[in-house]
């Protein structure tokens, strides 16, 4: 019943990388703009990545640009996350989400979001 759901998290030391996955479902995923947000212990949430509906333009936080890349395989109805060089201050509930047509994650709030995988980086 959940459209969005994500996974692929864990537990992992500095410098490890790691892919989250987000798997769409009841919804036409070509047509949304899908993101990944995070929520870390005592912060607000905020934006990570977003991707366009064929995945020709991304945006990243300039927390995370260089070491994460956001991709979308639309023909499997996924979105990933692939994250390296990971920091302790990555540690975070890792949310995807969804916004209708060009949806602009970074300003707007989606219209869908997934239940969260956590992600722990240790020093």
């Known amino acids: 019943q959940v459209p969005l759901v994500e996974s692929g998290g864990g537990l992992v030391q500095a410098g490890d990388s790691l892919r989250l996955s987000c798997t769409v479902s009841q919804l036409t995923f070509s047509t949304y703009t899908m993101g990944w947000f995070r929520q870390a212990p005592g912060k607000e949430r905020e934006f990570v990545a977003s991707?366009?509906?064929?995945?020709?333009?991304?945006y990243y936080a300039d927390s995370v640009k260089g070491r994460f890349t956001i991709s979308r395989d639309n023909a499997k109805n996924t979105v990933y996350l692939q994250m390296s060089s990971l920091k302790p201050e990555d540690t975070a509930i890792y949310y995807c989400a969804a916004g209708l047509w060009a949806t602009n994650l970074e300003r707007r709030d989606p219209h869908y979001w997934g239940q969260g995988t956590h992600v722990t980086v240790s020093s």
């Open positions: 991707i366009s509906l064929r995945g020709a333009t991304t």
